[in-house]
């Protein structure tokens, strides 16, 4: 079993930073899992934002880049989603995900765990 605990979320004008954080836990987790951050807007379909693997390799979602930054601390299996200049439409619920691939994909069901999801407001 892997558990995924996400924290940090809340609201915030637009314009400014949020960061979250996934702490990941459970028997069956590896340091090695291929980490991601994706989101949930109302009445859209759960999307990509950014990946990180294990040796800190990263991939962003186009709408995300220069503004987002993913980070992983292996040694406390957490990982990091820092947000900058925040828009509206980064509003949703952001959930972080644990692959056991060794590559980062954009694709949901690449990925086997999920935490609850976190709520990020983005007000103008």
């Known amino acids: 079993q892997v558990q995924l605990v996400e924290s940090g979320g809340g609201l915030v004008q637009a314009g400014g930073a949020l960061r979250l954080s996934c702490a990941a836990s459970?028997?069956?987790?590896?340091?090695?899992?291929?980490m991601g951050w994706f989101r949930q807007a109302p009445g859209q379909e759960r999307q990509f934002v950014a990946g990180?693997?294990?040796?800190?390799?990263?991939h962003y979602a186009e709408s995300v880049k220069g503004r987002f930054t993913i980070s992983r601390d292996n040694a406390k299996s957490t990982v990091y989603l820092q947000m900058n200049s925040l828009r509206l439409e980064d509003t949703g619920v952001y959930y972080c995900?644990?692959?056991?691939?060794?590559?980062?994909?954009?694709?949901?069901?690449?990925?086997?765990?999920w935490g609850q999801g976190a709520q990020v407001s983005v007000s103008s």
């Open positions: 995900a644990a692959s056991t691939r060794s590559s980062i994909s954009s694709r949901r069901d690449e990925y086997g765990y």
């Open positions: 990180i693997n294990y040796s800190g390799g990263t």
């Open positions: 459970g028997r069956t987790f590896s340091r090695y899992y291929t």
